[in-house]
């Protein structure tokens, strides 16, 4: 008849569940490594934003040092020009 004719031994459904906790198991591995690496990315993503946000804020205040340093030099200029009394 076929495989399924004969009555299945109870080593048979052993060995039917011991596969089937087997593929649950890396099922799991695979889920968990899964996420290990979404949160991997995540993390990166997380610290390149940060890292942006720091550069930003750098060359913000360099150009605010900047224009400062312009806004003086034309004050001292002007005050250089006026005649003195």
Known sequence: MGFFSRKLEV???FLMNLVSLVMV???VTFL???LKKQKTFRAQMEWDAME?????R???EEQE???AETLLT???K???RKPSH
């Open 11 to 13: 080593s048979d459904v």
């Open 25 to 27: 198991f890396q099922l």
């Open 32 to 34: 968990l490594n899964d």
């Open 52 to 56: 942006t946000v720091r550069e930003i």
């Open 58 to 60: 750098e060359e913000r």
């Open 65 to 67: 040092r900047v224009d």
């Open 74 to 76: 034309r004050k001292r």
């Open 78 to 80: 002007i005050r250089q």
